[in-house]
């Protein structure tokens, strides 16, 4: 029997990550050392009371039956947390949970779009920004972040004929990969222009608490008028290292959220309860912690950054998220090229900027997924490789 799949299947394409994969499993075969930089997984443990949360609640046999709606203590923890770390206010009516942000970026597209709509994403950008509107059936502008723009978007030169057709922009700041912060101006202008085109805001808020400047990081929704233009993703994943658990939330403008979870109710029977309670606990206890390992990553940050300059590899300092990103020495074809080579001599495992969209060749990002140690190791394996040698002035 012959199986026909869908054009949409087709189009999803293993790339670049399978061929890093095959290679990294080759040579831990033949007994290589690997460092993994590659994928933004943080190595960090939740914090205990938060284990304790989740392994009680897991002790109760009530708790794992459906559950069709968000528990209202749930609900009540992210008005605490985002009055407390943002000084917003939310309504109980303005939240939902989501198995995570990349979920409900799939899925958000069908709630906002119909099939041959417009939708706005960042090159280079995550990959699920673009999935959205595929999963939607609508097509993806792009707008270009480049350095010469500081990683923002030239909101004034996207074309009229775009905007006119755009449902939604997706934004995130701290972005990865490109590890920028945006200035407050920034949001002021941005919702100025979603009310002037009438097009909806997501933002998605993964990094606000790992950044490295000389300010906390913002929501989009402490600025004037984000409510009424859009809606945040706010992850547990990278701030509490629940990763696993698969719990993030969708807040901001009631419309968006009420339909959105009309949706989501065709899809799923809402969150397991004794995650709920892990959230619960994360949101409202203690978080000593999250500034003690934002400290760490932005030691990690300078270890890596300076040391890499040190050897001749020109390497700005992140100024937030869990990367860094760097363009590839002279010499290399592409992104991609650099990384098999970069991987075959020394053992280090980066991501191609290719993977993130086009205006993306020519980098490469670097998950700041390894101990201060390791990372003095992985500088010192990187000079005696020689590759940098030359390619830029040495510090």
């Keep these: 029997m012959e199986i026909h799949f869908s054009d949409k299947v087709n189009s999803i394409q293993p790339g670049i990550f399978g061929a890093l994969n095959e290679k990294k499993e080759e040579m831990l075969r033949t007994g290589r050392k690997v460092y993994n930089l590659s994928v933004g997984t943080p190595d960090f443990?939740?914090?205990?009371?938060?284990?304790?949360?989740?392994?009680?609640?897991?002790?109760?046999?009530?708790?794992?039956?459906?559950?069709?709606?968000?528990?209202p203590e749930l609900l009540e923890a992210v008005q605490y947390r985002y009055e407390k770390r943002f000084h917003v206010k939310l309504g109980t009516d303005e939240i939902m949970s989501v198995y995570g942000s990349q979920e409900a970026m799939a899925h958000i597209g069908i709630a906002l779009c119909d099939p041959g709509d417009v939708i706005l994403v960042p090159n280079p950008g995550y990959p699920m920004f673009e999935m959205s509107g595929i999963m939607a059936g609508a097509r993806a502008e792009y707008y270009?972040?480049?350095?010469?723009?500081?990683?923002?978007?030239?909101?004034?030169?996207?074309?009229?004929?775009?905007?006119?057709?755009a449902k939604y922009m997706i934004v995130s700041y701290p972005l990865n990969p490109v590890c920028v912060c945006a200035p407050d101006d920034f949001y002021e202008r941005l919702i100025a222009f979603a009310k002037e085109h009438q097009i909806v805001v997501l933002h998605d808020n993964a990094y606000s608490d790992i950044t490295f400047t000389d300010r906390p990081g913002r929501s989009f929704?402490?600025?004037?008028?984000a409510k009424e233009v859009g809606v945040e993703f706010y992850s547990l994943s990278k701030s509490y290292n629940l990763t696993g658990a698969r719990i993030s939330f969708v807040v901001g403008n009631r419309e968006i959220v009420r339909k959105f979870r009309l949706l989501r109710s065709q899809i799923d029977y809402g969150i397991f309860y004794p995650v709920q309670y892990a959230a619960i606990a994360?949101?409202?206890?203690?978080?000593?912690?999250?500034?003690?390992?934002?400290?760490?990553?932005?030691?990690?940050?300078?270890?890596?950054?300076?040391?890499?300059?040190?050897?001749?590899?020109e390497v700005p300092d992140s100024q937030g998220t869990m990367f860094v990103w760097a363009k590839i020495p002279q010499g290399y074809e592409s992104s991609a090229d650099f990384c098999m080579k970069l991987m075959e001599k020394t053992g280090v495992i980066v991501t191609p900027g290719s993977a993130f969209g086009s205006n993306g060749e020519g980098y490469v990002r670097m998950a700041l997924v390894a101990d201060e140690d390791t990372i003095h190791e992985i500088v010192r394996v990187l000079d005696e490789s020689g590759i940098f040698r030359g390619q830029g002035k040495r510090i």
């Excluded at 929704?221 to 008028?225: A, M, N, R, Y």
């Excluded at 994360?282 to 500034?291: H, M, R, S, V, Y």
């Design 221 to 225: 929704l402490s600025f004037d008028g």
């Design 45 to 71: 443990k939740p914090a205990p009371h938060v284990m304790r949360a989740m392994q009680e609640a897991c002790g109760k046999p009530e708790n794992y039956r459906y559950s069709l709606a968000d528990l």
């Design 144 to 165: 270009m972040i480049e350095e010469k723009n500081g990683y923002l978007p030239d909101l004034d030169n996207i074309p009229q004929e775009v905007l006119e057709r």
């Design 282 to 313: 994360a949101l409202t206890g203690p978080d000593d912690f999250i500034e003690e390992q934002r400290q760490e990553y932005a030691a990690r940050n300078r270890a890596l950054c300076r040391g890499l300059r040190r050897i001749g590899w």
